[in-house]
C-alpha cells in the first residue's frame, strides 16, 4: 500500500504562525479602517444637525438655537440636562442651557436624536418616543456633570454679552459644534497623567475631545456649514496671543475652554474650563467677541 503523506509537526506550527502574522498585520488596519469610517458617520451627523439649525433659524431673527436670555454681565452661569424631568418648559428669563438649546431642532421635528450619536462612543440614542413633549435630552440620575450617555456632541455657549447670537450672517469660520468637551463629558482632568488643562494640552492628546480612537481629533462644524477633522481644539477664530502658550496653540480660539481672565486678551488660552453641576449652576467667563465655549 501506498502511503499518504501528511503535514508534520513543524510544518503545521509555521502555518499556525505564519497566519498569526498575517492577522496581527491586517487587525490595525481593520480597525483603523473601522474607526475613519465612524469619523465619516459622526460628520455626517453633526452636518445635519447644523442644516437642522439653519432651518431653524429661518424664522426670525435669523439664529442659531438660544432658548434663555442673553446675560448682561461678564459671569454667564449654565445649566445641563435641567430640568431633568424634561417635560418643564425652561423659562426665557432662566439659566442658560446648551443641552436645551440643541433640543429645540429636536423637538421642531428638524432632526433626530440618533443624530445626535457619534457611532465612535458607546452612546446610544435618546430614548424619548414623542419628542415634542420634552425640552432637554434625558441623563440618568447620578451620570456626574456633563455626561449623559445620549449626547455625544457639544454645542457653542449663545448666551455671552460679549458677542452676538451665532446665526446665518455670523463669521463662517466660526465654530458652533463639535464631538463633546474632554474637559466635562470626557472627564480626562481625572487622569492622574493629566491633571491640569496646561499637562493636557502638552500632552499628545493636545486637548482633543475623547469621543474618538486615542483622542486623534474632533470633527467640527463651522458657520458656513462645513465640517472638518481638526487634529487640535485651536481652530477658533484668529487672534491675539501670548509668547507663554505659543508652544500649545496655533494662535487661534481654543473651542473645548473660556477665555483668560484678562479683559485685554482676544483668544482662547486654553487653561480654564468651563464648570457646571447636572442640574445645578456653573459658571463661565467669555473675553471677547471671538471666544468659543462648547459645551458638554
Sequence with gaps: MRKRKAFTLIELLVVVAIIALLIS?????????????????CAANIRGVGQAM???????????????QTYTTDTNNLRL??????????????????????????????????????????????PAQDTTAYHDFFMQPGGGSGRSQYLSYSYQYQHS???????????????????????????????????????????PFRGNSTNHTSREGQNVLFQDSHVTFEKGPDCGLSGLSS???????????HIYTVHSTSATATVDFGFLPPTCDTGGEGSLKLGSKSDACLTP
Design 54 to 68: 439653519y432651518i431653524y433659524a429661518q424664522d426670525d431673527p435669523q439664529v442659531f438655537p438660544a432658548w434663555a
Design 161 to 203: 454679552p460679549r458677542r452676538r447670537v451665532i446665526g446665518t450672517s455670523s463669521e463662517p469660520t466660526f465654530p458652533f459644534m463639535a464631538d463633546s468637551n474632554p474637559y466635562i463629558k470626557g472627564n480626562v482632568l481625572a487622569n492622574p497623567l493629566t491633571p491640569t488643562i496646561e499637562d493636557d494640552r502638552k500632552s
Design 25 to 41: 498585520i491586517l487587525l490595525p488596519s481593520l480597525s483603523r479602517a473601522r474607526e475613519l469610517s465612524k469619523r465619516t458617520v
Design 243 to 253: 509668547s507663554t502658550i505659543l508652544s500649545i496653540t496655533r494662535g487661534r480660539d
Design 81 to 126: 440636562y435641567y430640568p431633568q424631568d424634561r417635560t418643564t418648559l425652561p423659562t426665557t428669563t432662566g439659566i442658560p442651557s446648551p443641552t436645551v438649546d440643541m433640543w429645540l431642532v429636536v423637538k421642531a421635528n428638524n432632526t433626530t436624536p440618533k443624530q445626535y450619536i457619534c457611532p465612535s462612543t458607546t452612546d446610544v440614542p435618546d
